[in-house]
């Protein structure tokens, strides 16, 4: 059987965003002056960023949904974006996991109060490798996954063993994480790099994973560790690339172990509408240059550039753009920084 296209399983979440006056104190009122609504997670967000890269990209969302509106409505545009859904299961027991993300509209200050709902039940038995057709399989975001964050006793945890049967099909396995305040790294993430071909996380949670600091009491990147956290990362079990994107930049090591580094663009005052999205919008672009063969310094410029095109609006994949336009927007960007 030949191979093509990408497949993400994880998180599929209905966004509701709210713009208030103000955010509250306790007992206190606040006033909705706009509601907004939106699908996000690591699923729809990274296959919507790649379906509108790529008309023609053979595209599998993987994941739980309750069997109600807001589940209906995560089908309905992931269907509407050409992406098979054959393998989102909807089902009674629990609601489609929704987040209220209140912006306050005079300062952008964002809050998120975020429900798990049927994200919690995600298990190794809804990744049916029948079916699965495709060269990548991409989970985000372990840590909210809580049957795929639940252990197992001969690979660790059971995503472990959902990558690692996959790699037994011939697939190749890509990783993201989700930026939490807890020490849950250390325990659930090491057993799944063992089985991870491409990890593509932000700085946070690199540096949560392994335990090296990344930013200092003033908040600013230590660079100098930078380069040892992706080692340490690759001696944890990733076989391809470790890719670590940051506001400042993109740092990564490489299938035989060099070093790159891509630097974020000096945006002009007034472009950044929104950051939510972003890290995905990332993902997708490191993704789209796995699927098309390219190598990883190629992959860095497109992973840049989509999530800068990301940036250009407030929705999580507004932004993103056919690849030739992104792609054209990076270098014009690039010869004004």
Request: proline share 3%.
């Amino acid at each position: 059987m030949e191979r093509k296209g990408i497949t993400i399983g994880g998180i599929i979440v209905f966004d509701y965003i709210k713009i208030v006056d103000t955010y509250p104190k306790v007992g206190r009122l606040a006033n909705i002056l706009n509601i907004e609504y939106s699908v996000g997670g690591a699923v729809p967000n990274t296959l919507i960023d790649l379906a509108k890269m790529d008309k023609n990209l053979s595209l599998q969302a993987i994941g739980v949904v309750g069997n109600d509106k807001l589940g209906e409505y995560v089908l309905k545009i992931l269907k509407e974006n050409n992406i098979n859904t054959e393998m989102v299961f909807q089902q009674n027991e629990v609601g489609t996991s929704f987040t209220d993300d209140m912006i306050v509209e005079s300062t952008g200050e964002r809050t998120f109060f975020h429900y798990r709902g049927a994200n919690s039940l995600l298990d190794i038995t809804h990744f049916d490798f029948d079916r699965i057709n495709s060269k990548i399989l991409h989970v985000g975001y372990p840590l909210l996954l809580e049957k795929l964050d639940s252990s197992d006793p001969d690979y660790g945890t059971v995503l472990a063993k959902t990558l690692a049967t996959a790699q037994q099909k011939g697939i190749k396995t890509s990783l993201d994480l989700v930026s939490e305040n807890s020490d849950r790294y250390s325990k659930i993430i090491p057993p799944s790099l063992k089985y991870t071909d491409y990890c593509t996380i932000n700085e946070i949670e690199a540096s949560l994973t392994t335990n090296i600091p990344i930013r200092d009491t003033e908040d600013k990147l230590i660079v100098d560790n930078i380069e040892p956290v992706c080692f340490k990362l690759k001696e944890m079990g990733v076989k391809q690339w470790v890719i670590v994107h940051s506001p400042e930049g993109a740092f990564a090591l490489d299938e035989t172990n060099n070093f790159y580094i891509q630097p974020s663009f000096d945006l002009p005052e007034g472009y950044i509408k929104g950051t939510v999205g972003a890290g995905d919008a990332f993902c997708a672009g490191v993704l789209y240059s796995i699927n098309k063969g390219w190598d990883i310094s190629k992959a860095l410029k497109v992973g840049t550039a989509t999530a800068t095109a990301c940036l250009s609006k407030s929705g999580t994949t507004n932004g993103v753009k056919n690849i030739e336009i992104m792609m054209r927007l990076y270098r014009e960007i690039n010869v004004k920084s």
